[in-house]
C-alpha cells in the first residue's frame, strides 16, 4: 500500500510559507559556507538584513519624511523572511507547520494569510514604537506568535464546550513567555519579544473575526454567553 506524503497533511499557505523561509536560508547558508559566489557571498544575510530587514529606524524614516514608498513599507513583512542562522530558521519552521497543521484545519487560506501577516506587521509597528534599541527586527516569529493567538483562541472555545477551565487555553503562550524570560536572564534581553507578545495579541483578536463564519458567528457566540 502506497504511504501518503507527510506534507499532503499540511494545509497549503503554512507549507509554502515554511518553502519561502527555508529556501532563503538555504541561499544564505550556502553564501556563508564559502562555496556558493566565493567571498561575496559571505554578507549576504547581512545585506539582505539592511535591505529587508525591520527596525525602529524604519517608521522613522517613514514618518520625518514621509516616504510611504514601496521599498520602505515591504519591510514591515519582508522581515518575516530573513533570520539569523540556520537554527533561527529552522526552529520557525517547526514551529510554522506545527501550528500550520492545527491552525490551517480550521482557518482557510486567505484567514490564515490574514492572522500571520497582520501579526507582522501590527508586531513591527508595535516594535517600532516602544523597542528602547534601533535594533534590526529579524524572524517569523511575530506572525508565528500570532498563529499562537488563534490556537489559544480555539482551544479557549474547546475548553469551554467541555465545561474545563478555559484559562488552560493560555498554557503554550505562557510556557513560550517563560523560556523567553530565562533565555533573557541567561543571555541578555532583545526587545524582539514586544513584536512577538504584540503578534500573539493580534492573533486572539483577529481569530474571532476571521474564523468560519466571520463576524457573524463571533456576534452569535458573544449572544450565547
Partial sequence: MQSESPFNAIPPVPLALVILIFGIELVF??????????NSGLGWRSAAIQDWGFSPGVL???????????GWLKRFVTYGFLHGSFTHALWAAVLLLALGKYVGEVYRPVPFAILFFASLIIGALVYALLSPRNMALI?????????IGAYTYMMWLTLGQLGE???KAFTLIGMLLGITLVFSLLYGASPAW??????????LLLAPLVAPGGWAAFLRRI???
Fill in 29 to 38: 547558508t550556502a553564501g556563508s559556507s564559502g562555496y556558493v559566489a566565493g
Fill in 60 to 70: 522613522q524614516w517613514i514618518v520625518e519624511r514621509g516616504d510611504y514608498s514601496v
Fill in 139 to 147: 524572524g517569523a516569529y511575530p506572525g508565528i506568535y500570532g498563529l
Fill in 165 to 167: 477551565n478555559q484559562i
Fill in 194 to 203: 514586544i513584536a512577538e507578545l504584540t503578534g500573539f495579541v493580534t492573533g
Fill in 223 to 225: 449572544r450565547q454567553r
